[in-house]
């Protein structure tokens, strides 16, 4: 199990850009809007909203609060909300939008990296819930203004 954890948590998030990125490669004209929505939507998340709530609520990671055996390394840093989580959901909900079956199929990966991240217990779940929620609002609010923008132009 714990394997399987570690590859969740650590590497198949590599998987999940790869499969992102093999939309442009089936069809850039058709899916060039959507994958630069997701990666948009996916910094707007990680590096703005996830940074902005870390700044003012520094919550301490599982591991040193329970002082437990690590898995895999991992630094000391804010755990509140999940980074991960926010881009890789953020990054669903977008693909979501463009084409149901592989949004869903994004989704799935999102949340089996977010529990991968839990498992090795460098984040609680409150972490992973607020991760996600931060995602799917920068995922909408990013679709939503993209979308306005292309039928203007």
């Known amino acids: 199990m714990d394997g399987l954890g570690i590859f969740f948590a650590e590497y198949f998030q590599y998987f999940l850009v790869f499969f992102l990125i093999l939309f442009l490669v089936k069809n850039l004209k058709k899916y060039w809007f959507m994958v630069f929505g997701a990666g948009v939507s996916a910094v707007l998340a990680r590096l703005g909203i996830t940074t902005l709530i870390r700044h003012f609520w520094q919550r301490p990671r599982p591991f040193i609060n329970n002082n437990v055996n690590l898995i895999i390394n991992y630094s000391n840093e804010a755990s509140f909300p999940s980074g991960h989580a926010a881009f890789f ?7 979501y939008f463009h084409n149901k079956k592989a949004g869903i199929l994004f989704f799935a990966g999102a949340l089996l990296i977010s529990l991968g ?36 132009i």
């Open 117 to 152: 991240r839990i498992f090795v217990g460098i984040h609680w779940p409150s972490d992973i819930v607020a991760g996600a929620i931060v995602g799917v609002f920068s995922g909408w609010l990013i679709h939503k203004i993209f979308k306005k923008f292309l039928l203007k």
């Open 89 to 95: 959901f953020a990054i669903a909900t977008v693909v």
